[in-house]
């Protein structure tokens, strides 16, 4: 009876047969991964505007603008080598500016991406409200934007680098490699705590104290030489954190004798790609199942 009263009285067919028919679809509802990557890849130019205006509105009140991608990375580094150079006179480490400062910032790459990501749905509800575009546009331009303020950052560190004294080599070029894994890595984790920041809104609370137990234990720091004071299997366990890999991976290619937790090159690449392509295919296809929820309630 149900199906009767809602069929089409000149064709006889229910509202669910004529829908199919013209090809039309609930409004709001998930479409397939592979229609979505396709979607997402047509809206590369807007990610890539939007982050740019994302980056430039970021400094357009201070009054020496953009200037402080260079700035704020190198007042980073001076603040805590301040403290772990000079007050704490970390002097078992060679180089020990450089050391610290490529940990800072890769590890800030990280770490801003994952902050930004984590309110690239909650605090963009009117623009998510408004247009109709893949969400995950949010996110990935978000970690677009933190990528632009890496390479300002890498500008400062090889001077740093350069400056204390390290030598030019070809392991420089593995700097490449790390930083599209670190980039791909970032990407997928953006997506994951955007979906979960659209869900609960407290997560940005926690969200920097998750970010700084992970940077005591990715050895930013100090001496990644102390994690092998631990049991052999934390040690191990230790190894497999993404951020310490990517960290290692970029001390490995511009410092010439940096204390690694790995001595195996191939072992570093191998586990930062397995953690690139697992975070990356994982975190999107995590945020693409939530889909049809943001904006929402």
């Given at each position: 009876m149900a199906?009767?009263?809602l069929?089409d ?18 409004a ?7 229609a979505y ?6 809206y ?7 982050a740019?205006a ?6 357009s009140?201070a009054?020496l ?6 700035l704020?990375p ?12 000079w007050?704490l006179q ?6 020990f ?6 940990g ?6 990280t ?12 605090g963009q509800?009117g ?7 893949p969400r ?6 978000a970690t677009?934007?933190?990528f632009?303020?890496l390479?300002?950052s890498?500008?400062?560190?090889i001077?740093?680098?350069l400056?204390t ?9 593995l ?5 599209l894994l670190?980039?791909?890595f970032?990407g997928?984790?953006t ?17 920097p104290?998750i ?6 234990g ?7 030489s ?8 934390a ?6 954190n993404?951020?310490l ?13 940096a204390p690694l937790l790995?001595t195996?090159l ?7 790609t397995?953690?690139?392509?697992a975070?990356g295919?994982?975190?999107?296809i995590y945020f693409?199942r939530g ?7």
């Amino acid at each position: 009876m149900a199906d009767t009263a809602l069929a089409d009285p000149e064709t006889g067919l229910t509202q669910a047969q004529l829908a199919a028919r013209h090809g039309l679809r609930v409004a709001g509802e998930r479409p397939s991964l592979t229609a979505y990557a396709q979607t997402l890849w047509a809206y590369r130019h807007f990610i890539r505007s939007y982050a740019n205006a994302k980056l430039v509105a970021s400094f357009s009140t201070a009054k020496l603008g953009q200037l402080w991608q260079v700035l704020t990375p190198l007042t980073n580094a001076a603040v805590y080598y301040l403290i772990f150079g000079w007050v704490l006179q970390q002097k078992e480490i060679p180089n020990f500016i450089a050391y610290l400062t490529t940990g800072l910032f890769i590890f800030n790459f990280t770490q801003s991406a994952v902050l930004a990501g984590t309110q690239s749905i909650s605090g963009q509800l009117g623009l998510i409200r408004a247009l109709h575009f893949p969400r995950a546009s949010l996110p990935l331009a978000a970690t677009l934007t933190q990528f632009q303020q890496l390479l300002a950052s890498m500008v400062v560190l090889i001077g740093i680098v350069l400056v204390t004294g390290e030598p030019i080599t070809a392991e420089w070029l593995l700097l490449v490699p790390a930083l599209l894994l670190q980039s791909v890595f970032n990407g997928g984790l953006t997506m994951a705590v955007a979906r979960m920041g659209a869900k609960a809104s407290d997560l940005k609370q926690v969200m920097p104290f998750i970010l700084r137990t992970w940077m005591y234990g990715s050895g930013v720091l100090y001496s990644v030489s102390l994690f092998e004071n631990l049991p052999g299997w934390a040690t191990q366990l230790v190894q497999l954190n993404p951020m310490l890999v990517y960290i290692e991976l970029a001390r490995y290619a511009l410092l010439d004798s940096a204390p690694l937790l790995s001595t195996s090159l191939t072992q570093m690449l191998v586990v930062g790609t397995v953690w690139a392509v697992a975070m990356g295919i994982g975190g999107f296809i995590y945020f693409w199942r939530g889909e049809q929820e943001y904006g929402r309630g």
